[in-house]
């Protein structure tokens, strides 16, 4: 804090309330603590007798509210992130283009260790579109020392990004579908439709689907004559879970695929697989996938299709809102199955 001639004042940050009284008429503040004193404001402050002023100097080592904000925004931003302008010393984050949410919550929670930091943001690992509103942020007084804005700026720097939106890339998928009463035409297929929507909304196409009975030979050369057909992303339906007939997790593996994981701790999605034949994901569904609007495919393949690859510790970090409530409006993705 120092004193300064009012005509000098302009970019400082005033330190208190100044208060105009007109006799008869009124008295409050005419401007505000953290104000920064424009060159219009010099008339004013003059004419209700304030030669010299109090004032924070962004010289002397202390940033004002609204310079933070917009400074931890941009640090810890990466792609895919539009800023608000300060707001009450607030930056709001928005999505500016499709894709999945990405925030690296070592990091964040490192950021927000720093005392006076605050940077809120909504779960990650969510599919977003361009307007969605993904976190705040602002330090809690209404000037900080500048070292602090340089320790946090330095963890967004080793955390980087920190936050992102990440785009999807657009899929060839090719579908397996597996069961001897769709083979056989004894019932529709319920799976196909379905898979075609899903994928339909996240940018990628269904290319080919391949009906097969419940033979592991069968499926496995279905999975692998998709792949050199081009698809670069399959889909194993039905057959995954421990009936005879259930031969899926055996097909998939028959194919040479390295299996991540055969189970999740996911309700619906208990009996999915996780493979790679070489970098193609292959993904075997249980049938709850046709029947819930939201499912382990729902957790899964946003993150696929934007580029991870997942790991068994992934699937196994799913437990922690792995269930879905079941209500009875499904209210999904506005909920905590998979956050
Ligand atoms: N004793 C146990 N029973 C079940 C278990 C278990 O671990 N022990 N797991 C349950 C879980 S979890 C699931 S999910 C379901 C089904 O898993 P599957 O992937 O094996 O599904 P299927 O047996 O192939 O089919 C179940 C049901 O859905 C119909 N279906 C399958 N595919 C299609 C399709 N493309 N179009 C229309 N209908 C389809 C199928 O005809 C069956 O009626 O198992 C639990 N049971
Ligand atoms: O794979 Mo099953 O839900 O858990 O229905």
Do not use: W
Not at 41 to 62: E, R
Not at 149 to 174: D, K, N, T
Not at 219 to 239: H, K, M, P, Y
């Amino acid at each position: 804090m120092k004193t300064i001639a009012v005509e000098h004042a302009v970019g400082t940050v005033l330190c208190h309330d100044i208060t105009k009284i007109v006799p008869g008429g009124g008295k409050g503040p005419a401007f505000r603590r953290g104000h920064v004193v424009r060159e219009e404001d010099i008339p004013a402050l003059l004419d209700i007798g304030k030669a010299n002023l109090y004032v924070f100097d962004p010289a002397d080592g202390y940033v004002h509210e609204d310079t933070a904000a917009i400074r931890l925004s941009r640090a810890a931003a990466g792609q895919g992130i539009a800023f608000s302008e300060p707001q009450e010393g607030k930056v709001t984050l928005t999505a500016s283009h499709d894709g999945l949410l990405c925030i690296d919550v070592d990091g964040l929670t490192r950021l927000n260790d720093i005392q006076d930091v605050s940077f809120g943001t909504i779960h990650r690992h969510q599919r977003v579109k361009p307007g969605r509103v993904l976190a705040g942020t602002r330090v809690v007084p209404l000037v900080v020392p500048e070292a602090l804005m340089q320790e946090a700026e330095a963890v967004c720097a080793e955390h980087s990004p920190l936050i992102e939106v990440r785009p999807l890339r657009h899929a060839q998928v090719g579908v397996v579908t597996t069961g001897s009463e769709i083979f056989h035409g004894r019932i529709k297929d319920g799976f196909g439709p379905l898979l075609r929507a899903k994928f339909d909304d996240l940018g990628s196409e269904v290319v080919d689907q391949v009906f097969v009975s419940d033979m592991v030979g069968m499926t496995a050369d279905a999975i692998t004559s998709l792949v050199r057909q081009g698809a670069d992303f399959i889909a194993v339906t039905g057959g995954m879970s421990v009936d005879p007939d259930d031969q899926t997790p055996a097909a998939i593996r028959a194919t040479g695929a390295e299996v991540i994981s055969y189970g999740a701790p996911t309700y619906p999605g208990a009996m999915f697989m996780l493979a790679y034949l070489d970098d193609v994901p292959v993904l075997g569904l249980p049938g709850c996938v046709m029947y819930y609007k939201a499912s382990i495919f729902d957790l899964v393949v946003p993150r696929l299709l934007a580029g991870e690859r997942l790991t068994r510790r992934d699937i196994v970090a799913l437990g922690h809102g792995g269930l879905c409530e079941n209500c009875g409006t499904c209210r999904y993705p506005a909920c905590g199955f998979g956050k």
